[in-house]
């Protein structure tokens, strides 16, 4: 349970959810093996996410944050199945990361802790892949030049979008 709780703190921090009266605590709607769906409400509307931290974090550090792959549904920024990692560390400025599922790459742009991709066809893309993939690494470099490589189940990953894809409907 513990674990569970870190997660969701985390989690909470990492979609950027606040105390303030337009925003509440997210509370879980399910899990899937690997994948925990969340909804909060923003805005007098539902926001709608699923998370899941690595089955295993490689690299030559010797401190890390919190590790997240998020799939978002976010109606004010009208954003559907929008993904992105979260990685504990800063990343190097201006780098680039590489996200590998079945054989398929796919490159992420950077923010500080943070990559997206950069447009809404390669978040569906990405998503798909997902959806027909078992694992997905995750490969990056920290503002100091540590090299990572996070892999990540797939397991319970359909299940647990077609949960936000029915709280969060468009």
Known sequence: MTHFRL???GLAVAVGVTSTASAQEPQTIGRNSDWIAY???????TVCYMASTPTKAEGNYSKRGHIYALVTHHPDADSKGEFSIVTGYSYKPDSEVEVEIGGRKFSL???KDRAWA?????????VNAMIKGSKMVVAGVSSRGTKTSDTYSLRGFT???KLIDGKCRK
């Not at 909804?39 to 509307?45: I, L, P, Q, V």
């Not at 950069?118 to 990405?126: G, N, V």
């Open 7 to 9: 997660l969701l703190l």
């Open 39 to 45: 909804t909060y409400e923003s805005g007098g509307k």
């Open 118 to 126: 950069p447009d809404a066809k390669t978040d569906s893309s990405i």
């Open 159 to 161: 299940a647990t979008k």
């Open 109 to 111: 742009f950077t923010d």
